[in-house]
């Protein structure tokens, strides 16, 4: 059986960063997840990293991205990540909508299928690449303002964790990796 393998989604990094894993006080952290990355467990995609690199000069994030390019995989050129990101943006047009009020969901499915919104991108790649997701959203199909990601996920059979059940499956004492 093979490893399980986990996108990061940005706002797990960004949490991470400004509450209980803030590089200044647990650098442990950010170590554990590099050896993860470099077993060839953790990763996330260019359209993530290029999320955080919008941040000021001199954020950990940004600086994190840049210095790790092993941790970022690309989307942006990935023919089977192409093909499942039109999926999902026909599930989303199709399945998603379904019952919704056409006003409110128009913006929604705007933002969805923007280049630059990484979401739908990390849900095509995990689906093409037989990734789990690890994010901070919470599923809300009733939503009329968001596609959310673990719906969007739902929908191409891709599971969505948070970051302590990763922490759970791959943490040790003081962030060893196992």
């Given at each position: 059986?093979?490893?399980?393998?986990?996108?990061?989604?940005?706002?797990?990094?960004?949490?991470?960063?400004?509450?209980?894993?803030?590089?200044?006080?647990?650098?442990?952290?950010?170590?554990?997840?590099?050896?993860?990355?470099?077993?060839?467990?953790?990763?996330?995609?260019?359209?993530?990293?290029?999320?955080?690199?919008?941040?000021?000069?001199?954020?950990?994030?940004?600086?994190?991205?840049?210095?790790?390019?092993?941790?970022?995989?690309?989307?942006?050129?990935?023919?089977?990540?192409?093909?499942?990101?039109?999926?999902?943006?026909?599930?989303?047009?199709?399945?998603?909508?379904?019952?919704?009020?056409?006003?409110?969901?128009?913006?929604?499915?705007?933002?969805?299928?923007?280049?630059?919104?990484?979401?739908?991108?990390?849900?095509?790649?995990?689906?093409?690449?037989?990734?789990?997701?690890?994010?901070?959203?919470?599923?809300?199909?009733?939503?009329?303002?968001?596609?959310?990601?673990?719906?969007?996920?739902?929908?191409?059979?891709?599971?969505v964790v948070k970051l302590h059940e990763v922490l759970m499956l791959h943490s040790g004492p003081n962030f060893k990796f196992k």
């Open positions: 059986m093979s490893q399980k393998r986990f996108l990061f989604d940005s706002d797990s990094l960004i949490v991470a960063k400004k509450t209980h894993y803030a590089p200044d006080f647990c650098p442990a952290f950010w170590d554990w997840l590099v050896t993860g990355n470099q077993k060839g467990v953790f990763f996330t995609i260019d359209r993530v990293a290029d999320e955080l690199m919008l941040g000021n000069e001199g954020d950990y994030l940004r600086d994190f991205v840049g210095e790790h390019e092993g941790f970022i995989l690309p989307s942006k050129s990935d023919s089977i990540c192409l093909d499942k990101y039109v999926e999902i943006q026909q599930w989303a047009n199709t399945g998603w909508v379904v019952g919704k009020k056409h006003s409110k969901v128009a913006k929604a499915l705007e933002v969805f299928a923007k280049e630059k919104t990484a979401d739908s991108w990390l849900v095509a790649y995990a689906s093409a690449h037989g990734f789990e997701i690890v994010s901070n959203e919470r599923s809300s199909p009733e939503s009329q303002a968001r596609v959310m990601l673990p719906d969007a996920a739902k929908a191409l059979g891709v599971n």
